[in-house]
Structures are given as C-alpha cells and as structure tokens.
C-alpha cells in the first residue's frame, strides 16, 4: 500500500511557463511535507517543505500547497528554469512516528527551452 | 563542508558475497537513514537511527544490517547479497529525529549483484 503517490511519472514545461507537480497521500497522520530535487548521479537535495498547520509556503520561485481535506500537495515552480529540470520526489512524515520518512515515486520535470 | 559521504559509489560483486557500504556525515546529526531507489518505487526507507545505539527498521529492511556505534557513521551490511538487492542507495541524516527539518543525502551507491 503506497501511501504517498506522485501520479505523473514525468512533466515537459516551456521556459518560464509554469510547472505544477503533485502528490497524493493516504495516511491522515503526514503532519510534515517536504520535496527534493534530484539531478542524475547525485543524491536528492531538499527543495521547500510545509507544516500540516499551514496550507502554503513559499520561498521563491517556489511554493508548495497542502490541501489537508483532500490529502493533497503540489509543487509550483513559477518561471520554471532549464536548470529545474531534474527528478522531484514528494515526502511525508509523522512527527509521532520516530523518524519513519515516506517518499512518492518521483516525477521527472523536463523543462524546454 | 557540510556533507554525506558514501563509499563506495559504484560496487558490482557476486551473490553470497558479505559487504558493506560505509556512510558517514560531519554535520553532528543524531538521526540517518539508508534507503533505496527503484524504477517505479521511488526511494524506500531500508533502517534508520534516531542516535547512536538506536536503530529501527524501515519498510524495507529483509537482507540488510546497520550498525550505529558512533555518530558520525551509519554502515549498511548485506551478509549474503541477492540480485534483487540490485539497486541504488542512498545513506541520509537530519539533526534530530523529531525536527521537522529536512534530511541530507549521500551521492548514492550504485549497487549490482550477479
């Protein structure tokens, strides 16, 4: 049972369009979100998180969205960069659960020049 | 500076054959974790330790062993590797494991197991 889901395996956006990637999670006891980039032959680098407290945080070009009633994130990148084109890995935790991390299967964001 | 560092990289041996991949962070975190990656399943939690001498399972812990006897270090053991540990690996730290802070992560191991 996955309990975090990226449904799109992969996103192809023009330069300075707008990229949306989302998630989806199932255990109602998430209370911390994060997401991380991954460029090939490297290890994930944290990107911007948020607190099941609030439903927005931004830092950026981008913002990450939780929408807690429909057990939903997305990330938007806003102009999306070449540079931004990498592997984006949505994450989830309880913070009762003593340090247990749940990753989605990851979308791989092309962005077109 | 602040890193992960994993070793070896790349490790391709034969089934059976015990190894061990070596993790080790300099940023005195108390919490690390393996995990691995694969296509389609993203990236699974094999163990984690919330401090030294304190080590739980993940989701994926059948076929593999951690130590945790200092800080700094966070060894992944396979005693007899599988073709289905066929994978890429990553070790991860945090400071705390109750901080909602974001993890650190290795460059990877690319294993192979024939």
């Known amino acids: 049972d996955q309990q975090v889901k990226q449904n799109s395996p992969s996103l192809s956006v023009q330069e300075g369009r707008i990229s949306i990637l989302n998630c989806d999670y199932t255990?109602?006891?998430?209370?911390?979100f994060l997401w991380y980039k991954k460029y090939p032959a490297e290890g994930p680098t944290f990107l911007i998180s948020?607190?099941?407290?609030?439903d927005k945080n931004e830092d950026g070009r981008f913002t990450v969205f939780l929408n807690k009633s429909a057990k939903h994130l997305s990330l938007h990148i806003v102009p999306s960069q070449p540079g931004d084109s990498a592997v984006y890995f949505c994450?989830?935790?309880?913070?009762?659960?003593?340090?247990?991390?749940?990753f989605g299967d990851g979308t791989t964001l092309t962005v077109k020049p | 500076e602040a890193q992960v560092t994993q070793n070896p990289r790349y490790l391709i041996t034969v089934t059976g054959k015990k190894l061990t991949v070596t993790c080790s962070q300099n940023?005195?975190?108390?919490?690390m974790s393996w995990y691995r990656q694969d296509p389609g399943l993203g990236l699974r939690q094999i163990y984690y330790?919330?401090?030294?001498?304190?080590?739980d399972k993940g989701d994926v812990p059948e076929g593999y062993k951690v130590s945790r006897k200092e800080k700094r270090n966070f060894p992944l053991i396979l005693e007899s590797p599988s073709p289905n540990q066929t994978s890429l690996y990553f070790c991860?730290?945090?400071?705390?494991?109750?901080?909602?802070?974001?993890?650190?992560f290795g460059q990877g191991t690319r294993l192979t197991v024939v």
């Open positions: 991860a730290s945090k400071g705390r494991w109750y901080q909602d802070t974001e993890a650190f």
């Open positions: 255990n109602s006891m998430f209370d911390y």
């Open positions: 948020i607190s099941s407290i609030k």
């Open positions: 994450a989830a935790s309880e913070t009762e659960a003593a340090g247990k991390s749940t």
């Open positions: 940023m005195n975190h108390e919490y």
């Open positions: 330790s919330m401090n030294v001498e304190v080590t």
